[in-house]
């Protein structure tokens, strides 16, 4: 069964300062990975996606991961982060045959980041 | 367009009663899903519709738990009776197609259900 780690639960970063949030996930094949983010008061957005290809990601507002198959990783990375950017992060992982249903998105316990003034 | 919309966005109930909470996918949508995060858990699957039909129901915890889609259209998730363990964020989620690739899955905002 596939699964995900997202070691940190709560991050705390001073703003304008780089972050990384970390995932490793647990799949047999080669799997889908995703980056999701919940602000206050709002839906759970996409961030990013990796499906194939070139193993560093751009998503929205900024952020990046990097796929790393020796280390069942997908990290997200931020160079400066905002105070906007406070927020929780999933990390979730999915097989590259699945849909949405219980065979797809297996998240992660999220990770709080805190931004520091 | 509109996003996913969920109603009520947040419930306070006493175990015993009943809630339902209710899902607008976004037009168009033929795939619904419902998810669960109790606090400090996973978000977790519950239910998948495709129109009108539960496609998957593998997720759900127990016979208290009850989704409809009526008409292919919005769904509600009803908890009948509410115990102190249902409390958590109910997301409603809808994508255009079934599978992964070439597609995007839209989550609402939550429900926030709490059972004292």
């Known amino acids: 069964a596939q699964s995900v780690t997202q070691p940190d639960i709560h991050i705390t970063v001073s703003e304008g300062a780089s972050l990384e949030l970390r995932c490793n996930y647990s799949y047999g094949a080669t799997p889908y990975l995703f980056w999701y983010v919940q602000s206050p008061g709002q839906g759970l957005q996409l961030l990013l996606k990796y499906f194939s290809g070139d193993t560093l990601v751009q998503g929205i507002k900024g952020f990046e991961a990097e796929f790393k198959r020796s280390q069942s990783s997908f990290n997200l990375r931020k160079p400066s982060v905002h105070w906007s950017d406070a927020a929780e992060y999933f990390c979730a992982v999915a097989s590259q045959y699945s849909g949405g249903g219980a065979d797809g998105l297996t998240f992660g316990k999220g990770t709080h980041l805190i931004i520091q003034p | 367009e509109a996003g996913v919309t969920q109603f009520p966005s947040h419930s306070v109930i006493e175990k015993g009663q009943t809630v339902t909470l209710r899902c607008d996918p976004i037009s168009g949508h033929d795939n619904l899903y419902w998810y669960r995060r109790v606090m400090g858990k996973e978000i977790k699957f519950l239910l998948h519709?495709?129109?009108?039909?539960?496609?998957?129901e593998s997720g759900m915890p127990n016979n208290r738990f009850l989704a409809e889609r009526t008409g292919g259209t919005y769904s509600t998730l009803k908890v009948q009776p509410a115990e102190l363990e249902d409390s958590g964020v109910y997301f409603c989620a809808s994508s255009r197609l079934q599978r992964l690739s070439g597609n995007t899955i839209y989550f609402g905002e939550g429900s926030w259900l709490t059972v004292v």
């Open positions: 519709f495709v129109k009108e039909s539960k496609q998957d």
